[in-house]
């Protein structure tokens, strides 16, 4: 039994008694107005840029009016407080031990974005037990109705987390760079949540270009070898972020780039990603796997 079908079984059980209780069962087509989007932000290799790319994709959301959460969900190498300054008291390990609920350990970020923070060189935090990942799922149906936005900043690689809160967002937007080894290292990742969890719909964003040529060559390359090797998966291009030196100085100063350089093209670039993904449909993609907020689609019935 695969990781989906585990975790699926333990949901559906779950959510058997919830119909039983509240209303007769009908088919979901869409999600409720009030469920927010859950999208998983991720790579097959690190070092491509992805929790900057979270960071301050979060504050663009923010801008357009969004409530925004990120959840760092590279657990036991937390990132997303490092780059914003912050210094939680408490982390994502206080809540798999029982000690907080989610609500306890939220933080303010920069302009009114909310973070759930990692515990950093935790190493037990790498391998949660399924029925950690299944409380943790649970915990977070209680703050459902407070944003808009939740962007989950997941490791790199094909780990045991990595592929659950991919398989457990409703978006995936896999981070690539021009590298052969970050190109070949996306395509395993897809691979194995495709093979091996039937996860089949992805959004491409490519990062560290030189321009938008580069960029949709990349794309192509890993369209083409997907395309010839897995077959039936919708592999969508969502855009580019190009070369930019003023990350590093940013990360250095414990800001974002799009609050301290937000002139560059490469702010132009994350504030148009934004809006990209906000003008998306919301239809649940159909791939049949687990999902965060599972409650919401329940009551939804």
């Not at 069962?25 to 929790?51: D, E, F, Y």
């Not at 036991?76 to 408490?90: S, T």
């Not at 923070?117 to 029925?131: F, H, N, V």
Request: with cysteine.
């Amino acid at each position: 039994m695969d990781q989906a079908s585990g975790l699926r079984q333990m949901v559906d059980k779950k959510a058997s008694c919830l119909r039983k209780i509240d209303k007769p069962k009908k088919k979901i087509k869409r999600l409720s107005p009030a469920m927010p989007r859950v999208i998983a932000v991720t790579s097959g290799k690190g070092g491509v840029g992805k929790t900057n790319i979270v960071g301050n994709l979060a504050i663009a959301f923010r801008r357009l009016g969004k409530r925004v959460l990120i959840l760092d969900a590279d657990l036991g190498l937390a990132n997303i407080d490092i780059i914003f300054g912050l210094n939680p008291q408490y982390n994502i390990n206080h809540v798999i031990n029982g000690e907080k609920d989610i609500a306890g350990i939220l933080i303010k970020g920069p302009e009114n974005i909310y973070i759930i923070p990692a515990g950093s060189g935790i190493q037990e935090l790498s391998r949660l037990t399924e029925g950690q990942k299944l409380n943790l799922l649970s915990e977070l149906d209680v703050i459902d109705d407070s944003f808009d936005i939740f962007l989950i900043d997941t490791g790199a690689g094909i780990s045991s987390n990595v592929i659950y809160f991919n398989i457990a967002a409703r978006e995936r937007i896999v981070v690539v760079t021009p590298e052969p080894t970050s190109i070949t290292d996306a395509y395993a990742l897809i691979k194995v949540l495709y093979t091996k969890h039937g996860t089949n719909t992805f959004n491409i964003l490519v990062n560290m270009t030189k321009n938008a040529e580069e960029a949709e060559s990349v794309y192509k390359n890993l369209s083409n070898a997907v395309a010839r090797f897995l077959g039936n998966i919708s592999l969508d291009y969502i855009g580019f972020i190009p070369r930019d030196d003023n990350f590093q100085k940013a990360v250095k100063k414990q800001q974002a780039i799009i609050q301290l350089y937000p002139e560059t093209v490469s702010s132009k670039s994350i504030i148009e990603l934004a809006k990209h993904i906000s003008k998306l449909s919301r239809d649940d993609p159909p791939d049949g796997n687990i999902k965060f907020f599972w409650k919401k689609i329940v009551a939804s019935y």
